[in-house]
């Protein structure tokens, strides 16, 4: 695993180029695209439609490679890593909170917290008891053994950020976390993950379209035709 | 075993698509155990079968008789120990349904022949001086409550009695039992009383059991059997007895090729039911598998988890259906005696949980080599 200079920042997307090939035409997401975010910051990247906000989400958290360029997260060369070791990487340094929540149906509040645990060593007590904690943090703890179809959309996403955190992971990924929510859940949300982000020193990238939810990130950076600006296009 | 809550919520997520294909697996297995049992019970004879034992037959057909007198000049063949004879009987108790095996013996040279039927001594002693004297197997005593002096009717339509009535009443004095599963389901009385009573067909028998000083000489022997009976009345045919038990089950058909291929149908048409559940349901979740991938849970794991899924679901069915079978088959023989051995060999056991753990691997291995290729960006996606 080769190691880029960080600089003292947590993310480093260098010179990044993203092309999709839809049949024979070649589509350009991201173009030469650079970012550096530091540790402890919650960064709040904004953008119109199909500019690329989700496909630079993915390519920091591992989830898709870059066309050309590089990312780093922490010092690690994250477009480098094999399928089988990005896995791994993406279990101890990336935790996802995703806009329909992505919680299993089938699993109740706990046992959807306590996937990302499985693939630890923890044994079951030791995994309960960081379930408890996580639920805690985002006050559901009284939730534990509901199922996902028994709770509201802001509750549902209220676990989503108990599985994201559950393993104290180096960076928070979160892809439109209040998009599907009204007011009201957004705003507990977003109280949420600013706490998260305060008290807890997380890192936070959160892709957003909604100006009221930007607000709350220390940093705003906007995407449009794949480049990065500091400033809305108008 | 920390992932095994996660398979198994999976399988309770459509219940009743669930329900109904492990009602499909299990029905499939209790036809496999079922028709295993009917297997055994009609070919049953062959594993039961002695290699120092010979049969000898009419040449043309088992239906034809051969004299009496046969005995006497097989026992002189050098290698021969033993010979005894028996007659295919034919007869019913009350009802026609109430069919089992009847044979008149030579109850001295029967006992000595067959080492595996046992009997107290007295009762021995009783059918040897008693000439109306049967004795039956433990099974067939106790299904009919027959004692010790009950009087048994015997109704035959091949044999009559000189006086033209076709029914034979035996006094049971010996109710026997063998070390060999099922083969306790007969009815055997004297020789003597048969050959003075019957009308027709004097000085004739059915066929005869030979047994052989040494088993390793047991093919030239039958040859030599044979070859002293070429050219008379009635030429033999003699054979191991796992050869004539074989060619008798033979009788009904290619038992084998009928249970394999009726078995091929059934399974082959599960394959399709069941891989077909599998694929619906790893499609319907690939956002859900594209979730577990982003968590860090790797290819290998995710396609481990479908093939488990699917192993369970295999192996919880055939667990069922097999336990059924076992539990219908343990009844014994439904068919009133013409099953006697009906029963579901240990061994078959082990060939359906085999075949659980192939069809879980078959049904399960497209859907999940289809989940490991699925692109986590992709998968999203779909959600």
């Given at each position: 695993?080769?190691?880029?200079?960080?600089?003292?920042?947590l993310?480093?997307?260098?010179n990044?180029?993203?092309?999709?090939?839809?049949?024979s035409?070649?589509?350009?997401?991201?173009?030469?695209?650079?970012?550096?975010?530091?540790?402890?910051?919650?960064l709040?990247?904004?953008?119109?439609?199909?500019?690329?906000?989700?496909?630079?989400?993915?390519?920091?958290g591992g989830l898709?490679?870059?066309?050309?360029?590089?990312?780093?997260?922490?010092?690690d060369?994250?477009?480098?890593?094999?399928?089988?070791?990005?896995?791994?990487?993406?279990?101890?340094?990336?935790?996802?909170?995703?806009?329909?929540?992505?919680?299993?149906?089938?699993?109740?509040?706990?046992r959807?917290?306590?996937?990302?645990?499985?693939?630890?060593?923890?044994?079951?007590a030791?995994?309960?008891?960081?379930?408890?904690?996580?639920l805690?943090?985002?006050?559901?703890?009284?939730?534990?053994?509901?199922?996902?179809?028994?709770?509201?959309?802001?509750?549902?996403?209220?676990?989503?950020?108990?599985?994201?955190?559950?393993?104290?992971?180096?960076?928070?990924?979160?892809?439109?976390p209040?998009?599907?929510?009204?007011?009201?859940?957004?705003?507990?949300?977003?109280?949420l993950?600013?706490?998260?982000?305060?008290e807890?020193?997380?890192?936070?990238?959160?892709?957003?379209?909604?100006?009221?939810?930007?607000?709350?990130?220390?940093?705003t950076?906007?995407?449009?035709?794949g480049?990065?600006?500091?400033?809305?296009?108008? | 075993?920390?992932?095994?809550p996660?398979i198994?919520s999976?399988?309770?997520?459509?219940?009743?698509?669930?329900?109904?294909t492990?009602?499909?697996?299990?029905v499939?297995?209790?036809?496999?155990?079922?028709?295993?049992?009917i297997?055994?019970?009609?070919?049953?004879?062959?594993?039961?079968?002695?290699?120092?034992?010979?049969?000898?037959?009419?040449?043309?057909s088992?239906?034809n008789?051969?004299?009496?007198?046969?005995?006497?000049?097989?026992?002189?063949?050098?290698?021969?120990?033993?010979a005894?004879h028996?007659?295919?009987?034919?007869?019913?108790?009350?009802d026609?349904?109430?069919?089992f095996?009847?044979?008149?013996?030579?109850?001295e040279?029967?006992?000595?022949?067959?080492?595996?039927?046992?009997?107290?001594e007295?009762?021995?002693?009783?059918?040897?001086?008693?000439?109306?004297?049967?004795?039956?197997?433990?099974?067939?005593?106790?299904?009919?409550?027959?004692?010790?002096?009950?009087?048994?009717?015997?109704q035959?339509?091949i044999?009559?009695?000189?006086?033209?009535?076709?029914t034979?009443e035996?006094?049971?004095?010996?109710?026997?039992?063998?070390?060999?599963?099922?083969?306790d389901?007969?009815?055997?009385?004297r020789?003597d009383?048969?050959?003075?009573?019957?009308?027709?067909?004097?000085?004739?028998v059915?066929?005869?059991?030979i047994?052989?000083?040494?088993?390793?000489?047991?093919?030239?022997?039958?040859?030599?059997?044979?070859r002293?009976f070429?050219?008379?009345?009635?030429?033999?045919k003699?054979?191991?007895?796992?050869?004539?038990?074989?060619?008798?089950?033979?009788q009904?058909?290619?038992?084998?090729?009928?249970?394999a291929?009726?078995?091929?149908a059934?399974?082959f048409?599960?394959?399709?039911?069941?891989?077909?559940?599998m694929?619906?349901?790893?499609?319907?979740?690939?956002?859900?598998l594209?979730?577990?991938?982003?968590?860090?849970?790797?290819?290998?794991q995710?396609?481990?988890?479908?093939?488990?899924?699917s192993?369970?679901?295999?192996?919880?069915?055939?667990?069922?259906?097999?336990?059924?079978?076992?539990?219908?088959?343990?009844?014994?023989?439904?068919t009133?005696?013409?099953?006697?051995?009906?029963?579901?060999p240990?061994?078959d056991?082990l060939?359906?949980?085999?075949?659980?753990?192939?069809?879980?691997?078959?049904?399960g291995i497209?859907?999940?080599?289809?989940a490991?290729?699925?692109?986590?960006a992709?998968?999203?996606?779909?959600i």
């Amino acid at each position: 695993m080769s190691t880029a200079a960080t600089n003292g920042a947590l993310v480093h997307v260098d010179n990044v180029e993203k092309v999709f090939q839809r049949g024979s035409e070649q589509i350009h997401v991201l173009s030469d695209l650079n970012l550096t975010v530091p540790k402890g910051e919650f960064l709040a990247l904004m953008g119109p439609s199909g500019s690329g906000k989700s496909t630079l989400l993915n390519l920091i958290g591992g989830l898709d490679r870059p066309t050309k360029g590089t990312v780093s997260i922490a010092g690690d060369r994250v477009d480098e890593l094999s399928d089988r070791k990005l896995a791994d990487w993406r279990a101890r340094h990336i935790g996802f909170v995703f806009q329909l929540y992505n919680l299993m149906p089938v699993l109740t509040a706990e046992r959807n917290v306590e996937l990302p645990l499985l693939l630890t060593h923890l044994n079951k007590a030791q995994r309960r008891k960081h379930v408890e904690t996580a639920l805690q943090v985002v006050g559901l703890g009284h939730r534990m053994k509901h199922y996902p179809r028994t709770m509201s959309g802001g509750e549902q996403q209220r676990v989503g950020i108990a599985r994201a955190i559950v393993t104290d992971p180096t960076l928070l990924l979160c892809d439109e976390p209040t998009g599907d929510l009204d007011r009201k859940s957004g705003d507990e949300i977003l109280d949420l993950l600013t706490a998260l982000n305060r008290e807890h020193g997380k890192t936070i990238i959160m892709v957003t379209h909604d100006p009221h939810a930007s607000a709350r990130a220390s940093r705003t950076v906007y995407l449009n035709k794949g480049q990065l600006s500091d400033k809305p296009l108008l | 075993m920390k992932f095994l809550p996660l398979i198994w919520s999976n399988l309770k997520r459509r219940k009743l698509r669930s329900a109904l294909t492990l009602l499909s697996i299990v029905v499939a297995f209790i036809l496999f155990g079922v028709l295993c049992a009917i297997k055994h019970a009609l070919a049953g004879g062959v594993s039961y079968a002695k290699a120092n034992r010979l049969i000898v037959r009419d040449k043309v057909s088992i239906i034809n008789l051969l004299p009496e007198t046969y005995k006497e000049r097989m026992k002189r063949i050098p290698g021969v120990a033993a010979a005894s004879h028996q007659t295919w009987f034919g007869g019913h108790y009350q009802d026609q349904k109430n069919f089992f095996m009847q044979t008149p013996v030579v109850p001295e040279e029967f006992l000595e022949m067959n080492p595996e039927v046992t009997m107290p001594e007295d009762q021995k002693k009783a059918w040897f001086t008693t000439r109306t004297g049967a004795i039956v197997g433990k099974s067939l005593a106790d299904k009919y409550h027959w004692k010790i002096g009950s009087k048994i009717p015997i109704q035959s339509p091949i044999w009559a009695k000189q006086d033209g009535d076709h029914t034979w009443e035996f006094d049971l004095v010996g109710i026997y039992e063998s070390s060999l599963k099922g083969a306790d389901q007969a009815l055997l009385f004297r020789y003597d009383y048969f050959e003075e009573a019957r009308q027709v067909a004097k000085g004739k028998v059915g066929w005869y059991t030979i047994r052989v000083q040494d088993a390793q000489r047991a093919a030239e022997i039958a040859k030599q059997i044979d070859r002293e009976f070429e050219n008379s009345s009635s030429e033999t045919k003699t054979e191991p007895e796992g050869a004539f038990a074989q060619g008798w089950a033979s009788q009904v058909g290619n038992i084998a090729l009928i249970t394999a291929s009726i078995m091929g149908a059934v399974f082959f048409t599960i394959l399709l039911v069941t891989g077909n559940t599998m694929s619906q349901s790893v499609r319907e979740r690939a956002g859900e598998l594209g979730v577990l991938k982003a968590l860090g849970f790797t290819n290998n794991q995710v396609v481990t988890f479908v093939l488990a899924e699917s192993l369970l679901m295999a192996c919880l069915g055939a667990g069922l259906g097999l336990l059924l079978a076992w539990a219908l088959t343990a009844r014994g023989d439904p068919t009133g005696g013409m099953l006697p051995l009906f029963s579901m060999p240990a061994r078959d056991l082990l060939i359906g949980a085999a075949i659980a753990v192939a069809l879980g691997i078959v049904t399960g291995i497209f859907p999940a080599m289809n989940a490991m290729r699925l692109r986590v960006a992709d998968a999203l996606r779909r959600i």
